[in-house]
């Protein structure tokens, strides 16, 4: 049993509920009654899941009965052996085990498809037609399925059939040329960025495809439901700015710029006294000159540093004289004499940081689950991060943490296909197959 535990202190919670919502009446989540299919592994399908799971969803994760998800061994694992990461991406959904290797397997898969609004792959493009569960295989009998697809590259194109995985694709979208310092290698975040932002797209297509789905019924259109095809290395690409029209226009290529923002004069990463950085975006030309003021160097504003384009000419003199500043100073005063000249400016978070600070806590985006229960020897509790966006109205919750593999086989196959006990039973001893 997995469930959310309320926030200890009183007074800190009655801020979480008004932050999160403010009807006090019977909340309904945004997606209560959109069933979703689940078949993607990793990362980048189950965090798309994970958001309309939090959203109110009804998520049915399909699991290999042998360990399930990958994800579920990565990183670092708790006491019972599951990925704390798992517990956290897989948040509201049922986990389901059956074998897609089998012919009996994907026979189950098509009748649970049959019975969803959403269904989420991220297979290599040609996979679920090889197993005969592609989008035309479905739509015949459930014309209204929204069918989302996470590749690297695409379902189209000559690219389309290779496989892809985000460390290459951010490659190819353009972010690892310009991520790092000029004239060393480009720079890899410490996590699958190009994963993540593909799921927030699938999700955003999915909601997308739903609202579209209610203007072709309008239509009286014979299929409704839609293919959203994701791409890996387009969900980088979206967040390039405006790379693509600099270089048609000027012939310019973005190069790596290291902590600092090509064009954006000063927004930078600043070394403190103690040993710490700060970030200062002070890029906005009335905020421009309050930083200057404020650290004693009014000698660098006027009709010279009056606008962007006149502080990119000077940015090497400006940067020096605000990191000379903040060299001399704590963190802590850093941004005590920022925050009082009303200058953007924050330190660099750890997870440290993250999980103990006051703001973050009250807005809600640190949950606390329990994993198990103290009779099967767990009972353990689970910090995981919230999700955004916030409706005041019908916000999403964590209503469990990711499940034990299988926990919901026999639910769901007895529930939604209508198998008997024996029929269940026949699966399992098949392999076909796994309850918890």
Known sequence: MFRINPIRN?????????????????????????????????????????????????????????????????????????????????RNKKSVCIDLRTQEGRSLIKKLAEQSDVLIENFKPGTMEKWGLGPEDIYPTNPKLIYTRISGYGQTGPYSKRPGYASVCEGMGGFRFINGHPGEPPVRPN????????????????????????????????????????????????????????????????????????????????????GKHVIIGGNGDSIYVRLMNAIGRSDLTGEKYKVNADRVKEQSAIDGAIAAWTSEHTTEEVLEVMEKASVPAGKIYDAKDIVEDEHINARGMIENVTIGTKEDGRGWNLKIPGMSPVLDTTPGSTEWAGPDLGAHTNQVLSDLLGLSKSEIEKLECDGITKPK
């Open 10 to 90: 009183s007074t800190l919670k009655s801020l979480v509920i008004s932050k999160r919502f403010n009807n006090t009446k019977t909340i309904t989540k945004p997606l209560e009654g959109i069933r979703v299919l689940e078949l993607g592994q990793l990362v980048a399908g189950p965090f798309c899941g994970s958001i309309l799971g939090y959203y109110g969803a009804e998520v049915i994760k399909i699991e290999p009965p042998s360990i399930g998800d990958p994800l579920r061994i990565w990183r670092n694992l708790d006491q019972d052996g599951q990925s704390t990461w798992s517990r956290s991406l897989s």
């Open 191 to 274: 996590m699958s960025l190009g994963d993540s932002l593909a799921g927030l797209h699938a999700a955003l297509g999915i909601l997308l495809g739903l609202v579209a789905k209610n203007k072709l019924g309008q239509a009286q259109a014979e299929r409704t439901g839609q293919v959203v095809d994701v791409a890996i290395y387009e969900s980088m690409l979206n967040m390039m700015e405006g790379v693509v029209p600099e270089y048609d226009r000027f012939n310019q290529i973005r190069q790596p710029s290291g902590t600092t923002l090509t064009g954006i004069v000063p927004t930078n990463t600043y070394p403190c006294k103690d």
